[in-house]
């Protein structure tokens, strides 16, 4: 069973907007933070944003702060990423994951290490 499953991902022009979905499978997968990083070709994989399950803060790299918002729906153990602006230096595989940990350190939570569950990842192509 994939723990996360991603979607919404594609190939659209610069100045477009995505906006990504990663769903859980089970609530249990949810009960820490739910977060973005992404990976593009030749490049090690990077933190993106980050939410705690109470929403009540974000976080972001600062590549994409004021163009990205991310946000949760617990009730359907999803995670959003609304990205605005694109620019071709976005694309990338973006792949969700999910911590066993609740982080409300900006540090931890944009350390890949602090997550335990990843999904498949879904494409993101940025044409200029």
């Known amino acids: 069973q994939v723990p996360l499953a991603e979607s919404g991902g594609g190939l659209v022009q610069a100045g477009d907007s995505l906006r990504l979905s990663c769903t859980a499978s089970?609530?249990?997968?949810?009960?820490?933070?739910m977060a973005w990083f992404r990976q593009a070709p030749g490049k090690e994989r990077e933190f993106v944003a980050s939410?705690?399950?109470?929403?009540?803060?974000?976080y972001y790299a600062d590549s994409v702060k004021g163009r990205f918002t991310i946000s949760r729906d617990n009730a359907k153990n999803t995670v959003f990423l609304q990205m605005n602006s694109l620019k071709p230096e976005d694309t990338a595989v973006y792949f969700c994951?999910?911590?066993?940990?609740?982080?409300?350190?900006?540090?931890?939570?944009?350390?890949?290490?602090?997550?335990?569950?990843w999904g498949q990842g879904t494409q993101v192509t940025v044409s200029s």
């Open positions: 994951a999910t911590s066993l940990t609740i982080y409300l350190n900006s540090q931890l939570a944009s350390q890949d290490q602090s997550y335990y569950y």
């Open positions: 089970e609530r249990t997968f949810t009960r820490g933070n």
């Open positions: 939410i705690p399950r109470n929403g009540e803060f974000t």
